[in-house]
């Protein structure tokens, strides 16, 4: 996305996390259309320390552009990635257009599926007795004041008026181990079910021709290069061999969704699938896993109520899943391991009842396209961990560790 917006004169910064890819430098942001990148390789670190745990590994993971950065050890990350932020919009001349891709650490887990933030954050939610909990609260309060600031310095130079802010997650939380609950729906990351993969957001801009409402449309992760290169003025027919489609139009005029389908994914290591075709999911192979329940609050606050089943009374512009209680059945009538399962996720967003048997067409139909999308998917190359990469090799810090001019083309080196 960043070099097709550089084509149309904009300055394309990053901050934060990157993790796609630096086993090499011409794969690390600086390479791949961004003017500048402070941030992580990376999936995951501490947020204090900023060394990273990955497969038997320690390293330090902080660069600035290509530069380590261990002036930073000690920061907390989402304060520190919002002052770089803040002091790239500073810096902005308003005159040149501007994108700023701001891929926040919050609120990823740490090392070793850890919760991490400071005290100042985490005293404002005295009322949670959970400790991961009242961690985790408190890290999505330092994320929300991190929204806040980024707003507030867009406003101070001029620059809000003409902007778009997108924010969105990528997946649902990991209910196992990190207190982040997709309560009600079914799921956790790294699976299929709708509480792993249905994301939340929100656009907010002045440009918006329909604000302040809800948009219910399908969409996909894919569709934002097409829509952001048409609000940056670019002509999107030509972006050849797009998956994504232009959803301008429909989330800032609210006309209907152009995208009636969504491939949710083909695995053919976990052998697991999904497809959404308008109302209705297909879920193949996939691990059987239920539905979460958060701690209770233990006591009203001055910012939240609680009703008389001891769960917390949500804004009222909120658009929420209501699901009612589970069924028995809920339990029993799918095992996508033994055969797929179908359900209509808008009726039933939380996957409560399968309706292979009843509606076979419709499942067979399902079933056929899948078969159509894998009959065009290349095999995944899963090489094993480079002992290379060891960071111990680079004084100790997660960094590019291959020449591209060494590789000899034409091998495999699977």
């Known amino acids: 996305m960043a070099n097709y917006l550089k084509r149309q004169g904009y300055s394309t910064h990053m901050v934060g996390k990157w993790h796609l890819g630096y086993f090499a430098k011409e794969y690390t942001p600086t390479f791949r259309g961004f003017d500048s990148h402070y941030g992580f390789y990376l999936g995951h670190q501490d947020y204090y320390t900023h060394n990273a745990h990955s497969e038997k590994y320690w390293g330090f993971d902080m660069h600035n552009d290509l530069e380590v950065d261990r002036a930073v050890f000690g920061d907390y990350s989402t304060e520190l990635f919002t002052s770089k932020a803040e002091e790239i919009i500073r810096k902005h001349p308003p005159e040149k257009p501007l994108f700023l891709y701001f891929a926040h650490q919050a609120v990823h887990y740490a090392n070793d599926n850890k919760m991490e933030a400071p005290y100042k954050y985490t005293s404002r939610f005295p009322y ?4 991961k909990r009242r961690t985790y609260a408190g890290m999505v309060s330092a994320l929300d004041e991190s929204v806040g600031n980024i707003t507030r310095v ?21 209910s196992e181990y990190c207190e982040s609950f997709n309560t009600p729906l079914r799921g956790v990351k790294n699976t299929l079910w709708e509480g792993g993969i249905r994301g939340t957001g929100f656009v907010h801009s002045t440009l918006l021709e329909k604000p302040c409402r809800l948009f219910r449309g399908l ?100 658009d929420i899943v209501h699901c009612g209680p589970i069924p028995a059945i809920a339990y029993t009538n799918c095992d996508p391991h033994k055969k797929p399962c179908l359900y209509n996720v808008w009726d039933d967003p939380c996957e409560y009842y399968n309706l292979a048997d009843k509606y076979p067409d419709v499942l067979r139909n399902l079933l056929h396209k899948v078969q159509q999308y894998n009959a065009t998917a290349v095999s995944p190359w899963l090489p094993p961990p480079d002992k290379n990469a060891n960071p111990q090799l680079r004084n100790n810090t997660w960094s590019p560790w291959i020449t591209l001019s060494d590789i000899t083309y034409g091998v495999d080196y699977r």
Do not use: C
């Open 128 to 131: 949670i007795s959970d400790e």
């Open 154 to 174: 867009l406003k101070e130079t001029g620059l809000y008026d003409n902007s778009v802010i997108i924010f969105s997650t990528d997946n649902g939380g990991p």
């Open 219 to 318: 969409m996909h992760m894919v569709d934002w290069l097409p829509t952001i290169y048409h609000v940056a003025g670019g002509n999107v027919t030509d972006l050849k061999n797009l998956d994504g489609l232009n959803l301008w139009d429909s989330i800032s005029s609210d006309i209907p969704s152009p995208r009636t389908e969504v491939l949710h994914n083909i695995d053919p290591v976990y052998q697991n699938a999904a497809l959404r075709v308008g109302d209705y999911k297909i879920i193949i192979g996939e691990k059987k896993v239920n539905w979460f329940t958060p701690p209770q609050l233990t006591k009203n606050s001055e910012n939240i109520t609680i009703n008389s089943e001891g769960q917390s009374e949500s804004d009222p512009r909120a």
